[in-house]
């Protein structure tokens, strides 16, 4: 606005000069060509009079004639002067000035015949006079000068005046110009201040301004494209962070660990599988002195400088994770790799299966190993001519009859086992009485070893239990478990078969007073092929898997199996099973 008012004022002040200028230069101008007209005018009434001079008269008629025209002009003063530049008439101090010489410069001049002028400033007054002489000739020879003498000063009072009126004219329009500026400033600077308070807030995060748009200007169009703007930022920001929070459920829910972290070590992300993997606090996103040892099995500067990716395997603790190092691609402007992306991947339970798979192969191929070197051996040894001779023939086909018996066993075990981790089996369940199946195995078990002096007791509820059992398999569990408390005890020595219902359980206990297990090898016996004395086992026939079979059947029926025992004490193992659903179900007699 202060601009806008200096133009203005700079405007009228060029108008106001130049205006009164050309007014002075007008004024004075006309003035003169008065002036000079009207002496020109006296010039030739007088030429006559001042060629033929006859004294006094003559003297008498210029008077009146100048005193007659002075009348009727505006000049202030005329006076007529003779060749020498002497007074004749003069209509100011007629009387003192008659007969005096002038000897101003223009009336020099006009004395030689030339027409002068001149302006002067008095400098008393400071009134400003034009000053004419025009000379009275005739013929060749001067006769006189006209001398006029105007005042300037009524021009340049109406100068002043106007001038007077042309400022007062600018001030006004000064003043009514400001005032129209201030309102047309205020409806340009409103609405861009509006603008850029929005924007303020805006920039602050707060995308739900909008302008009010009052007018279709260029303004307003601003104002339209500041909303436009607005929205689009709006809707981009929240597809941005709707991204954001995508790719941050997916990083938090997979189940690889992620970190990222800048070319400088410093972390970016990681995510809740990670946190888990290294162990770090799930809030704060430090530490990164716990990435220690993920960062130093790899050289960072190298894999960024290269650009290749990595892979490592790195044992923290009792966990083994395999590490995916990915180099990042950095932003735009800059060029080579921002920093790395490492996948970790917990590949323990790969590990530990792959080492129980590799001891499984090497246990199975050592148990076939002994019965087959003693077949092939027999074999050959009967070849070589022993089968002629038929005790010895006999005593080594029993051999070989018990040898091939145990593989045949343990194949089947195995085939079992196989079966029961592929979840390949077909479970026949039905409701049973436990009494009658277990009744069942120590009959069996009677009627083949029947000399045998070891001593079972049952102990069977009057009333029978039933359970929810697949008959054959849970028969297979009881025989390997009395089996065992047969070969593991003693001659005279005692077993004792108890079932009974605890709360919504059913319990069978299988206690012996035999050898017992060392403690150490406790933990151990439900492993496959785990045997405490190798030897003893072979010698029974046992594959060292029974143990196994049982816990995986027991298990299948929702059940839990036990084993608590002191060295040469004796062993009890405790089997627990759930109760059937329906109690009133009808049992099949076993
Ligand atoms: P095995 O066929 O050798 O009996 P198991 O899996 O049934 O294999 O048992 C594993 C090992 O546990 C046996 O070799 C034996 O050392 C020990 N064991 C099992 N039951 C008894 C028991 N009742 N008394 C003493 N030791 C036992």
């Known amino acids: 606005m202060l601009i806008y008012t200096l133009l203005i004022l700079f405007a009228m002040q060029f108008f106001v000069v130049f205006l009164s200028q050309a007014l002075e230069d007008y004024y004075v ?38 005193w007659e025209y002075s009348r009727h002009t505006e000049i202030t003063d005329i006076m007529v002067l003779d060749a020498f530049g002497r007074v004749i008439s003069s209509t100011r101090n007629k009387n003192e000035l008659q007969g005096q010489r002038i000897i101003q410069e223009e009336v020099t001049r006009a004395l030689t015949g030339t027409r002068s002028e001149s302006v002067r400033l008095d400098p008393e007054t400071k009134e400003r006079t034009k000053y004419l002489a025009l000379p009275v000739n005739s013929g060749e020879r001067n006769q006189g000068v006209v001398y006029l003498i105007g005042s300037l000063e009524p021009i340049y009072d109406t100068l ?78 929240q597809e941005i962070s709707s ?7 997916i990083l938090n829910n997979m189940t690889d660990g992620i970190v990222a972290l800048t070319a400088d070590g410093e972390l970016l992300h990681v995510n809740s599988t990670a946190k888990k993997l290294l162990a770090l606090p799930q809030t704060a996103e430090g530490e990164l002195e716990k990435l220690a040892p993920l960062v130093e099995p790899v050289d960072m500067a190298v894999l960024l400088q290269e650009g290749k990716q990595e892979e490592r395997e790195i044992v923290l603790g009792a966990k083994i994770i395999q590490a995916y190092y990915v180099p990042l691609l950095a932003a735009e402007e800059t060029f080579g790799y921002g920093g790395v992306l490492i996948v970790l991947h917990d590949v323990t339970q790969e590990r530990e299966m792959m080492r129980i798979q590799r001891e499984f192969v090497a246990n199975v191929s050592h148990e076939l190993r002994t019965p087959l070197t003693t077949l092939k051996s027999y074999t050959e040894t009967l070849l070589a001519g022993a089968m002629k001779q038929e005790d010895i023939c006999r005593s080594f086909l029993t051999t070989m009859e018990k040898e091939t018996e145990r593989m045949v066993r343990l ?47 049952l102990s069977l509820p009057d009333e029978p239990l039933t359970a929810y059992v697949d008959r054959d398999k849970m028969k297979q569990v009881f025989l390997n478990l009395i089996q065992n408390a047969y070969m593991y005890t003693t001659r005279g020595g005692k077993i004792n078969i108890s079932l009974l219902q605890q709360e919504d359980v059913l319990l069978i206990e299988i206690a012996d007073n035999g050898i017992g297990i060392p403690a150490e090898d406790l933990e151990r016996v439900f492993e496959r092929f785990y045997r405490v004395d190798k030897a003893r086992s072979r010698e029974y026939g046992g594959t060292g898997l029974g143990l196994p079979i049982a816990r995986e059947i027991v298990n299948a029926h929702g059940g839990t199996i036990s084993l608590q025992s002191e060295l040469n004490k004796g062993t009890t193992v405790t089997i627990t099973l759930p109760l059937p659903a329906k109690e009133d179900e009808q049992c099949e007699s076993a």
């Open 160 to 237: 002043h005046e106007i001038q007077l009126i042309l400022l007062t004219g600018v001030l006004m329009v000064i003043a009514i110009t400001v005032l129209l500026g201030f309102f047309v400033a205020k409806t340009i600077t409103d609405p861009i201040q509006e603008v850029t308070s929005k924007a303020e807030q805006f920039a602050h995060g707060d995308f739900r301004q909008r302008i009010n748009i009052a007018s279709d200007d260029e303004i307003g169009r601003l104002g339209r494209m500041f909303n436009y703007l607005s929205e689009q930022l709006e809707t981009t920001l």
């Open 411 to 457: 194949v089947k075990d195995l085939l079992v086992l196989s079966q029961l981790d592929y979840r390949q089996i077909g479970w026949h369940k039905d409701y049973y009485y436990l009494n009658d199946l277990i009744k069942e195995v120590v009959n069996d078990l009677k009627i083949k070893n029947k000399e045998d002096p070891r001593q079972i007791v």
């Open 243 to 249: 991204e954001k929070n995508k790719v941050e459920a």
């Open 29 to 66: 101008t006309n003035f003169s060509r008065t002036l000079e007209s009207q002496g020109l005018l006296l010039v030739n009434f007088l030429e006559r009079y001042l060629t033929d001079s006859d004294g006094i008269n003559t003297i008498n008629a210029i008077d009146s004639l100048v």
